[in-house]
């Protein structure tokens, strides 16, 4: 499953022009692997063993490609850290008060709500999100 969407990313950069480095493929590789929306300096953090001599920067500016091409959201919740996520179909995310992690979820029922939100207020909606907020499983062990 992660080779495939691996390929299928690369495929993607191909056609939009997008040089494949080493730097890039192992970002990407690992955003997809990683299913944690880790943030820039996570990443970069992860990968700095491997390529000494890369920077924060070029871990910034290959998430940016990767944002215009559409192969990554960049999730923001009003922290100092966007969060990156390879998933880029509709979902939704549940959110750990305690540690910050983030699950995605999905429940088709919400995709009504764009058409509720344009027939009741006349908006043309272009896209929409939601968040839930919680202790995740981990947190709860460690209250008790």
């Known amino acids: 499953m992660a080779e ?3 390929h ?10 997008v040089r494949i480095t080493p730097q890039r493929h192992a970002i990407l590789e690992h955003l997809i692997q990683s299913m944690a929306h880790p943030t820039a300096d996570e990443i970069y953090k992860s990968l700095e063993g491997k390529f000494p001599n890369m ?24 922290d100092a850290s966007s969060r990156f996520d390879c998933v880029t179909t509709d979902h939704y ?6 540690c910050g ?15 509720l939100a344009e027939q009741v207020t006349g908006f043309r909606v ?5 968040e839930i907020y919680g202790t995740c499983p981990g947190c709860q062990k460690e209250k008790h």
Not at 11 to 17: I, L, Q, T, Y
Not at 55 to 78: P, Q
Not at 126 to 130: P, T, V
């Open 55 to 78: 920077s924060v920067a070029t871990v910034y500016n290959n998430l940016r490609v990767f944002k215009e091409i559409g192969l990554v959201k960049e999730l923001t919740y009003g």
């Open 101 to 115: 992690k983030i699950v995605d979820f999905h429940y088709p029922g919400l995709d009504e709500v764009e058409t």
């Open 4 to 6: 495939e969407k691996l």
């Open 126 to 130: 272009g896209d929409h999100r939601m």
């Open 93 to 98: 995310h549940i959110i750990c008060d305690d």
């Open 8 to 17: 299928e990313a690369i495929d993607a950069m191909k056609n939009s022009g």
